[in-house]
């Protein structure tokens, strides 16, 4: 996994998410019921951008796109762009 977002961000992981990671998330969002941003204070392996979602990245590279919010954050030009950075599905 190297992203995943809510509603005012995304954390990126340009290594991939490490087990650590995912299980940080997961008592955040599912024990705190924390934001994704406080998880940087918690040696985070991956990095917060705020205000952004990942499908706007310019630099997301990856195989496999899962979208599943309910914002219907992805679009058109944000899909043509993965497919010109080499997602296949």
């Not at 952004?52 to 954050?73: G, H, M, V």
Request: with cysteine.
């Amino acid at each position: 996994v190297i992203s995943l977002s809510h509603s005012n961000g995304c954390l990126i992981f340009k290594n991939g998410m490490t087990e650590t990671d995912w299980n940080l998330i997961i008592e955040a969002k599912q024990v705190k019921r924390a934001r994704l941003s406080s998880l940087v204070a918690d040696n985070m392996g991956g990095e917060y951008l705020s205000d952004c979602s990942p499908w706007s990245l310019e630099q997301l590279n990856l195989t496999y796109a899962f979208p599943c919010a309910t914002e219907n954050e992805i679009n058109g030009a944000a899909v043509r762009r993965l497919i010109k950075n080499g997602m296949k599905g």
